[in-house]
């Protein structure tokens, strides 16, 4: 059975930066792609970020280019978000996501003015 668990959300101050972790159990990691969504209150889930199988080939939303970086450890079957330079618009429920649908339960990123 797949997990999803994200950690390292928290509150910041705008202009800050934190690294959230999505530890997998139950598939490698390496065997398909995975992603970050977030979901700030009142709008829909959107995408912020994908790593697909290899590695070799990563995405970002619009808003997070120049700012966010998506990476793994394989040994730690980890993969995590690096958020540099934090808005308040940032402000959402950030989730894992992992091949066709399994999903974490999210942690919370709160990016104050």
């Known amino acids: 059975q797949v997990q999803l668990v994200e950690s390292g959300g928290g509150l910041v101050k705008a202009g800050e930066s934190l690294r959230l972790s999505c530890l997998a159990s139950?598939?490698?990691?390496?065997?398909?792609?995975m992603a970050w969504f977030r979901q700030a209150p009142g709008k829909a889930r959107e995408f912020v970020a994908g790593i697909n199988s290899n590695g070799a080939m990563k995405t970002f939303a619009g808003f997070a280019k120049g700012r966010f970086t998506i990476s793994r450890d394989i040994a730690k079957n980890t993969m995590y978000l690096q958020m540099n330079n934090l808005r308040p618009d940032d402000t959402a429920v950030y989730y894992c996501h992992a091949g066709d649908d399994d999903w974490g339960r999210g942690t919370q990123v709160t990016v104050s003015s």
């Open positions: 139950g598939f490698i990691i390496t065997s398909d792609s």
